[in-house]
Nanobody
């Protein structure tokens, strides 16, 4: 079992920045690719970014490329999502997820464990 706890969500103005964190516990963190997904009201959950267990491969959704940065700290067992130039359509609940020995997939089904989510609201 891997437990994931997100934090750092909140209210930010359009154009501002926010840093989400996800703390992992329970298994060897470096064995897992980590992903961020989000779900806006009335919409399906969608892929945001992912990083492989080695940290070498990183992927972004087109909608966040150039604005968001995913990173991980395999010493502190954490993954981060730096959100810059936030837009109102970034408003959603953001979830981190773990995929055992994954490469950083963009499909939910690849991920084995999920956090409870953290709310991000971007005001215009």
């Amino acid at each position: 079992q891997v437990q994931l706890v997100e934090s750092g969500g909140g209210l930010v103005q359009a154009g501002g920045s926010l840093r989400l964190s996800c703390a992992a516990s329970g298994r060897t963190f470096s064995d897992y690719a980590m992903g961020w997904f989000r779900q806006a009201p009335g919409k399906e959950r969608e892929f945001v970014a992912a990083i492989s267990w080695t940290g070498v491969m990183i992927y972004y959704a087109d909608s966040v490329k150039g604005r968001f940065t995913i990173s991980r700290d395999n010493v502190e067992d954490m993954v981060f999502l730096q959100m810059n130039r936030a837009r109102p359509d970034d408003t959603a609940v953001y979830y981190c997820a773990a995929d055992y020995l994954g490469y950083g997939a963009n499909r939910e089904l690849e991920y084995d464990y999920w956090g409870q989510g953290t709310q991000v609201t971007v005001s215009s």
